[in-house]
DNA sequence: CAGTGGTCTAGACCACGAA
DNA sequence: TCGTGGTCTAGACCACTGT
């Protein structure tokens, strides 16, 4: 097609991928200091750097200030759930899965209030959710659930909010359908740095909407999930009849 | 939090961002040469690239070699309807969408036969559709049907299947169950220049497997979006006794 | 050809992490 | 303090597009 662009950068990421693909470096292991790399590929610092950044956005590596290039543990891909709105069960029920829950009472403003339809400065629980599974971030939640459908008591350990939290699973009471929006974009800074991933790396987002039989929006969740550890699964029963509805 | 980064290519991209969605450099416009900016902004031109490169990967703007770096034009975003397997009504509807649609016959290896359940070799049916907005692609994708399945007629602009196609809907006998799997990737380098995106600008991928009453798989569809211009929304309606189905 | 973006260099300085 | 990654420079050379 195009002519072959010479990019030494995409060289040395092809090879260090091989070393890492094939073993030859593990997963955990550190790679040789950039400076090291850079030395003996014979490229600046900066051509190193741009591989690295091939391989990170590809996952592979993990880079941490101060410390050094890592080789990423390879991640089973976990399942999320659409329409149950939780993690797999396989997954969720993984031991090294840790979540920490930290909740707050705040004031729907701006895109808070259409999502959940209220109005400017009402009450709401937000629950803001991390779960690791061992070292490695795996995904970021944010629920919102207005204050008077708040379960009561705290989000402690032991509580059934905070199992539930493990699974990103729908809180407050149980909905009657879910509307769930899923994209593609970059993570913000804040989320590259929580994830640990490049600024570059793809987010899988879901936006989620339960609603009541009366309509009234139960919960809003906003999902945050590393695109190469995440996938979102929606499996869909067709009635004959209902294919008629669509023009 | 984090001390404060100093990363002068932030601020440019800030600024930059600004002038854009201000309307201050219009959509369409070209932005002064690379060469220009790096003296007006007083940075080196690897410093004033990587400032572009934020705002590439944020979709506003269109690199072209040669020519220049272009503010994209804004563009609505188009939602993929998980379950109907289309694209909403609105957007299919629009006139200016173009699709280009290329079918041939392939025989099932690899992936392809894990997908679709079938034996290496069987016959397939590869429908390659590219949709276009106006100038922008808006889309990828790759259908594959058991050639058995595989409606009669060329797909040309007349026939239903063509006007399927236009909305990515679902090809072959009507399916009565449909699982759809969403991911965040970048693109390999061939959907990167077939949608004008950049390598590193996220896109959303949807792998819709369609099977009929008797569970036999009756079309594979791998869909891919750039993902700053196409969401996908999943609607589902619980029965209260289905929530008890989960453990 | 001239103008544009694409890649790379050799070195400087700053910020983070662990002794 | 030292070794690490993070940012930046001033300039070189290559590749693509249009005249």
Known sequence: ????????????????RNQITTGRIRPGER????ADLAD??????????RALAV???????EKIHGKGNFVRRPHRKIMYVGGWGTLDPW???EPALRVTV??????????????LKVSEGSPLTELSCISHAGESPQGLARIYIPRDLTPVGDFDDTSSCWEAATRFAVLGPPPAAVRE???????TPDEASALRIGHA???????RIATDATGRIVEAALLVFPGDRVDAVFATQLMTDERQIQA
Not at 40 to 49: A, E, F, G, I, K
Not at 181 to 187: F, H, I, M, N, Q
Request: charged share 20%; glycine share 8%; no cysteine.
């Open 55 to 61: 391989l990170q956005g590809e996952g592979l590596v």
């Open 181 to 187: 929006t899923a994209y593609a974009r970059t993570p």
């Open 102 to 115: 930290r909740s707050a009472t705040v004031q729907a403003h701006g895109h808070l209030t259409t999502l």
């Open 201 to 207: 790396a793809p987010v899988l987002g879901i936006t």
């Open 31 to 34: 790679l040789p200091s950039e």
């Open 40 to 49: 003996r590929y014979r490229v600046s610092t900066v051509t190193l750097r």
């Open 91 to 93: 997954t969720a029920a």
């Open 1 to 16: 097609m195009t002519g072959a662009v010479p990019s030494r950068h995409k060289d040395i990421a092809d090879d260090l």
